[in-house]
Nanobody, 127 residues
């Protein structure tokens, strides 16, 4: 059974940093075509944050560009999201997601393009 397990969330002041991790068990990381981070707050639908495809192709939500960095460590079977200059608007539950298959038409910025999901980790940014 494949499991994605997030960690690293917490409470941080505005301007601070956090690093989220997502570890995969039951499936070797390198067999996924794409990995991504999404977030959901009480006032917004789940939204795309960042994705990484085959290590080199990376996409970010415009509002996190320059502040967040997505990366993977295949040896550790772990996906990361380094978040800096955090704002109260970044407050949300953050989910990692993985896509098993390549589809030419996919941008890997939509929920339905991912097959496996973690349970989420809460990030709260205080002003």
């Amino acid at each position: 059974q494949v499991q994605l397990i997030e960690s690293g969330g917490g409470l941080v002041q505005a301007g601070g940093s956090l690093r989220l991790s997502c570890e995969s068990s039951g499936r070797t990381f390198s067999t996924y075509y794409a990995m991504g981070w999404f977030r959901q707050s009480p006032v917004k639908d789940r939204e795309f944050v960042a994705s990484i495809r085959r290590i080199v192709d990376i996409t970010y939500l415009d509002s996190v560009k320059g502040r967040f960095t997505i990366s993977t460590d295949n040896a550790k079977n772990t996906l990361y999201l380094q978040m800096g200059s955090l704002k109260p608007d970044d407050t949300a539950v953050y989910f990692c997601a993985a896509a098993r298959f390549y589809r030419r038409e996919y941008l890997y910025t939509f929920e339905n393009e991912y097959s496996d999901w973690g349970q989420g980790t809460q990030v709260t940014v205080s002003s």
